[in-house]
């Protein structure tokens, strides 16, 4: 036991003098050589940090708000009258033995049987604009019916007209007739709506009658691929099948967006909803209006993405603007002097940050008004006026808005991944590549390289490469060396499909295994 207590004791001391030898370390350091403490010196700047801020408190209730707009919001029943083949067909149970002869044998005597009526009805909602009855809708709510009602809270009903329709932004505009008056609800700017804004919907979800949901700005200018001018308001208000073309309100009680569509895998609201902002849609209703159509402008140019890669090829500071890939010859661009490789930064002084902004940008800009089009051409910034035209239904597509000859194609598979070819007749039938195409034809792509990745294949042809035109293997593989020589880590190729239908793509050329001749490169 003595021994126990003698061991506990020593191994105490022990502690005790390293702590001590600690401690005194400690004091050493926090000394400098000439003895000054080292807190005299520049002390190190502690992590920047958000300072509190009293936030106002939501809102107590909406219903205020809502006693005030729910008499403008209304629902839309449209009915389709349609001819169908009427056919005799017997309910089988699944499985059942020769199910599928049982189908053909009936579908054979149903053959020329007589066309009968059938009426289709869809339901969804709209909002009044004006209190001479102009009512604002999706055009899917009432697609091609050939009945279309409108219905208010208190059940009365009217008919409605069909002003004007415009299926590329999902707008319709109706009329109502009364001797009184209608309840009205007007536009907001939803371009002051910021992330996080409350947000009210108002609608006839599944049919149910005026229904009310509440939720935020989720996020703006999104693009969901359902067309050119896509830049819609996403919220968390709830919105479901037949919420469709009622009104998006912010706390003024002012109509920020249409409500169109909802991303969910059940059909039901998940929190994901998308209204057409009214900076969108309100040119559009007026059009709809004053002409019973729309008259978009049109720049006649087919336009591509700038991306990183694409903007050092460019020579461009940083990835922006949209990437002239195609003039039409009758457009306004043409005649004003725009030309294919120019990237466009500005429009009207309202700046181009990417492809998809363009489109949107140019068809809400008046037809006949000239404006400054800002490029830049070979790296220097290039101011064109041009006067945009109507854009017209056929033309809505178009705009979218030294080695030697041996060594260039191991110069130009290294680096770029490609095997290319001069295009002759052989190679011309092999790939149907048009009679009017020429260039370098590529007759075999890496799958592991750059090219591939940007889907480059077999039977592209190569017009251009640094904005220059090329014949030969050997004019690629020279114009990539002078390419190096500028200081350039990517090439930007002019490629064109055997059809003549031609794009920009931009690829990497990676220096770090290239020699001096240019017969090098890592792929990318």
Same mark, same amino acid.
């Given at each position: 036991? $003595? ?120 339901? !969804? ?19 091609? #019916?050939?009945?279309?009602?409108? =219905? ?83 919220? *968390? ?39 057409? $902002? ?54 306004? #661009? ?6 294919? !490789? ?96 020429? !260039? ?35 004019? =690629? ?38 020699? *001096?001749?240019?017969?090098?490169? *890592?792929?990318?």
């Amino acid at each position: 036991m $003595p021994e126990a207590v003698s061991q506990l004791a020593a191994r105490a001391t022990r502690r005790l003098r390293v702590r001590g030898a600690t401690l005194a370390l400690a004091a050493a350091l926090a000394m400098s050589p000439l003895g000054a403490p080292l807190a005299q010196t520049a002390p190190v700047a502690p992590a920047q940090q958000i300072t509190p801020t009293p936030f106002p408190d939501a809102p107590e209730s909406f219903a205020d708000l809502v006693d005030r707009v729910m008499p403008a919001v209304v629902n839309i029943q449209a009915a389709t009258t349609a001819e169908v083949e009427e056919r005799f067909m017997p309910q089988l149970p699944p499985g059942t033995p020769f199910e599928d002869l049982f189908e053909e044998f009936f579908n054979r005597r149903g053959e020329g049987a007589p066309r009968m009526p059938r009426r289709s009805n869809s339901l !969804g909602s709209g909002f009044i604009i004006d209190p001479s009855g102009i009512v604002v809708t999706n055009n899917h709510v009432i697609g091609d #019916a050939d009945e279309i009602e409108v =219905v208010f809270a208190d059940g009365t009903t009217y008919d409605a007209e069909v002003i004007g329709t415009d299926s590329a932004i999902d707008i319709a505009v109706l009329k109502i007739e009364s001797d009184v008056p209608f309840p009205s609800v007007p536009f907001g700017d939803s371009e002051e709506m910021r992330i996080g804004d409350w947000v009210v919907a108002i609608g006839n979800p599944f049919g149910l009658g005026g229904s009310v949901s509440a939720g935020i700005v989720s996020a703006r200018a999104r693009d969901i691929a359902s067309g050119p001018y896509d830049n819609y308001i996403q919220t *968390d208000a709830a919105i479901n099948r037949g919420n469709s073309g009622g009104p998006l309100f912010n706390m003024r009680g002012e109509v920020v967006g249409i409500n169109t569509a909802i991303l969910s895998p059940t059909g039901g609201s998940v929190g994901i909803g998308f209204s057409i $902002p009214t900076s969108t849609a309100l040119p559009v209703i007026e059009q709809l209006q004053e002409f019973g159509e729309t008259r978009r402008g049109w720049l006649g140019v087919r336009i591509q993405s700038v991306d990183e890669t694409t903007a050092d090829a460019l020579g461009l500071d940083e990835a922006r603007g949209a990437l002239v890939a195609g003039v039409d010859p009758d457009g306004p #661009a043409s005649a004003a002097g725009i030309e294919m !490789g120019d990237v466009i930064v500005s429009f009207d002084g309202v700046e181009v940050e990417s492809s998809r902004d363009l489109p949107r940008i140019v068809a809400n800009t008046p037809v006949g008004k000239e404006v400054a089009v800002e490029v830049v051409r070979d790296g220097e910034p290039v101011t064109i006026d041009v006067t945009i035209a109507r854009l017209q239904e056929t033309a809505e597509a178009a705009d979218v808005t030294g080695p030697t000859e041996e060594d260039a194609p191991v110069a130009v598979r290294e680096a770029l991944g490609m095997e290319l070819s001069e295009i002759t007749e052989e190679l011309r039938a092999r790939f149907s590549i048009a009679d009017d195409v020429e !260039g370098v034809v590529v007759t075999e792509v890496d799958p592991l390289s750059a090219a591939s990745e940007r889907r480059i294949q077999p039977g592209n042809v190569i017009l251009e490469v640094g904005q220059e035109p090329v014949a030969s293997p050997a004019e =690629v593989a020279e114009r990539l060396q002078e390419l190096r020589a500028e200081g350039r880590r990517s090439a930007l190729l002019l490629v064109s499909d055997a059809d003549g239908e031609v794009r920009f793509v931009a690829l990497g050329m990676n220096d770090e295994n290239a020699d *001096d001749t240019g017969n090098g490169g *890592d792929r990318n």
